[in-house]
């Protein structure tokens, strides 16, 4: 059950974070190799040491899992799972379409979840049994009557490996109907299931994401028609194998995991 408590810290922790993270956007990257205290790791921590200290003045019993200072109480049955800029490379660029993300986790499914992009001032927030909102407002995934009028998101395809690479690719060919580069979209991170959330996308393929990646993710998608698996189609909880697939319209999941796994790729759904 998600409290509105928990509502009202999450938003919190994103005003927090996003403080942190702005007055170092499209800053100076004159000293970035020099040691690791880069702006973009100056954010990363500064917005994760607010979050956690609010966390730990506001429900000192729960878990926290985070990207930049790991684990503290594993056992509590609820933890918060933070990843203060998701899109790193992004964020570096002085591109807006990173994030910070954070999820509430009760006995390892996600119930709450925040996609934060403190420069637009664009906040999507998803929780169990109710609709997701983009700055409060309730936003929907669009339907996708078949494959191949689909749009595609993926952060980048060289983060696929060599076995990764070959569904993807299948799939990347069989959205975008008669168009032989397909209807895809390249980089955006966390920012692309924002943008499903609200009937922008239809599918976003990636791999080899942690929890931190996805966790805050599920109940933005899921409470806004959407529905998130892994590549075999089972759901997400904290044990899954870093295998995405968001979909704005569920109908469409049997042919995606069709077409990632080398059938019907020359189908003709059309007839």
């Known amino acids: 059950m998600v409290h509105s408590f928990d509502i009202a810290l999450a938003n919190r922790l994103a005003d927090a974070a996003g403080d942190a993270i702005r007055p170092l956007f499209r800053g100076s990257w004159a000293d970035e190799r020099k040691g690791d205290a880069s702006p973009v790791t100056e954010a990363d921590r500064a917005a994760e040491a607010a979050m956690r ?3 730990e003045a506001e429900c000192p019993a729960d878990g926290i899992f985070g990207e930049e200072y790991g684990a503290i109480r594993e056992g509590a049955g609820r933890q918060w799972v933070l990843d203060p800029i998701d899109g790193t490379i992004s964020f570096m660029a002085g591109r807006p ?3 910070s993300l954070i999820a509430l986790v009760q006995d390892g499914w996600p119930v709450l979840g925040v996609i934060d992009q403190p420069i637009s001032g664009e906040r999507w927030v998803g929780r169990i049994g109710e609709p997701t909102t983009l700055n409060g407002q309730v936003v929907r995934t669009r339907s996708c009557r078949e494959l191949a009028d ?7 395809p060289h983060y696929f490996s060599a076995e990764e690479a070959e569904p993807y690719m299948a799939l990347a060919q069989a959205v975008g109907r008669n168009k032989r580069q397909g209807m895809i979209v390249y ?4 920012y692309n299931y924002g943008l499903l959330a609200g009937g922008h996308l239809d599918i976003v393929c990636e791999a080899g994401l942690k929890l931190h990646d996805y966790a805050a993710l599920v109940p933005i998608v899921e409470g806004a028609g959407g529905t998130m698996s892994d590549w075999q189609g089972n759901p997400l909880d904290a044990g899954s194998d870093g295998s995405v697939l968001a979909l704005g319209d569920p109908a469409r999941l049997e042919d995606v995991l069709e077409a990632m796994s080398g059938h019907g790729l020359h189908h003709d759904h059309g007839h």
């Open 187 to 190: 980089g955006g991170d966390c």
């Open 97 to 99: 379409i990173f994030g």
């Open 150 to 156: 689909a749009v595609l998101a993926t952060s980048s």
């Open 53 to 55: 200290a609010i966390l």
